[in-house]
Structures are given as C-alpha cells and as structure tokens.
C-alpha cells in the first residue's frame, strides 16, 4: 500500500513569492494533517482536515497561508507571499477518521530567500 | 497554553539496557497519547499509542500512561544502535507536540 505522497520534496523560493505544496494521503484516510516542523522542534499543526472540511485550521496564518482538500482525498497548502521565518519542512499526514494515529509523507523543505 | 514537556536530552544509553523517554503534558482534557520516533532528517513515524492509563506493550517497547499525574513514558528494552532517534510525544484532544528527546544508543 502506497504511503503519503508528497511534491515537491525540496523547493528554494525568494522572499514575496508564492508557493505551494502538494499531499496525497493513504487512501481511506478521510484525516489529513498539515503540519511545520523547525529544526529541533516538534511539529507544530497548521491544519486539520475531516474529509473536505477544515476542523481545526486555529494556528494557521491566514494572512498569508491557505490550504485546500477538494473532494476529500488531494490537499494543497499554499504560502503567498512567502517570508523569510516561513524556512522549514512541511509535513503532511494522515489518519482514519477519529483515531489520530498519523502517518507522514517525506515532507517538503522549503528554504526562503 | 497547552504544553507538551519533554527533556531535550541527548540521553546516551549503553547497548543492551533499556532506554527510558519521558512526556509531561498540561491538558487534563487530553484523551489519546502517541509516541514517533524520528531519524535525522526524516519524517516521524508512529511507534505507539495509548489511551488509557496502565502499560501497552509491543514488542521492545512498552508505553506507560499516567493520567493522574499526567505523563506518559515509553521505555526501549534491549536497545539497539538503530534506535537511536528523536522521540517525539503527541497528546491530543488538542494535537500538541513535544520538541522531542534525542536517543543515542551506545554499541
């Protein structure tokens, strides 16, 4: 069985642009978790997903953050514009449904310039 | 604000002997307590949950929880160089990390 997938795995982006990330869970999983992890840090949730409906999106940065999960199974985070305190790997993972027990795709690093 | 405590560490453990990780966390309300391990730079991944108080056992790992005095313990028997990791605690009902504590297992 496929894990969670994630693209791109590395991105290098200059400060004020935009980015996006992509998120494809284990299928079944109706939960889906994005999450920022700061070197040395724990990961820290930006936003919780049951099916299509965002659950939990308390500590995401909505001035410049967004996420979306249409029908239920892809989610894309976006960043725009990016600054340069945005540096960090973003994790995705995911869940059945009321269980947490979460599984993580690889995680992409973004480095802002 | 809800706080997840763990000792950052490094807690060095000898080959063979059982390393032992701590967690404390704020949140009475907190229903549901895992444990990831997380090698240098990649993903975590889920070694153990545990939802009531007592001991879970599978395999070299044992998790304990102790919702009294709200901590929650896991402990590596027989500890292999493979081991060594971070190993991060997550409590919900709120999803809150600890900063994880880093395990170096000593042939």
């Known amino acids: 069985e496929a894990g969670v997938v994630q693209s791109p795995r590395y991105k290098i982006i200059e400060k004020k642009q935009p980015v996006a990330f992509w998120c494809n869970p284990i299928?079944?999983?109706?939960?889906l978790y994005w999450y920022r992890q700061n070197l040395g840090q724990g990961p820290e949730l930006l936003i919780r997903y049951e099916n299509e409906e965002a659950v939990d999106d308390s500590q995401l940065p909505k001035d410049r953050f967004s996420a979306e999960r249409l029908k239920g199974v892809d989610s894309t985070l976006k960043i725009q514009p990016a600054e340069l305190g945005d540096s960090a790997v973003y994790l995705c993972?995911?869940?059945?449904?009321?269980?947490?027990?979460?599984?993580f795709g690889p995680g992409t690093r973004l480095t802002v310039t | 604000q809800k706080e997840v405590e763990q000792n950052s560490g490094p807690l060095s453990v000898p080959e063979g002997a059982i390393a032992s990780l701590n967690c404390t966390y704020s949140d009475r309300v907190s229903q549901s307590f895992f444990w990831y391990r997380q090698y240098s730079g990649k993903s975590p991944e889920l070694i153990m949950s545990i939802y009531s108080n007592g001991d879970k056992e599978d395999g070299r790992f044992t998790a304990q929880l102790n919702k009294a005095s709200q901590y929650v313990s896991l402990l590596i028997r027989d500890s292999q160089p493979s081991d060594s990791a971070t190993y991060l605690c997550?409590?919900?009902?709120?999803?809150?990390w600890g900063a994880g504590t880093k395990l170096i297992i000593k042939p």
């Open positions: 997550a409590v919900t009902y709120q999803l809150i």
């Open positions: 993972a995911s869940s059945l449904q009321g269980t947490h027990e979460q599984y």
């Open positions: 299928s079944g999983h109706n939960t």
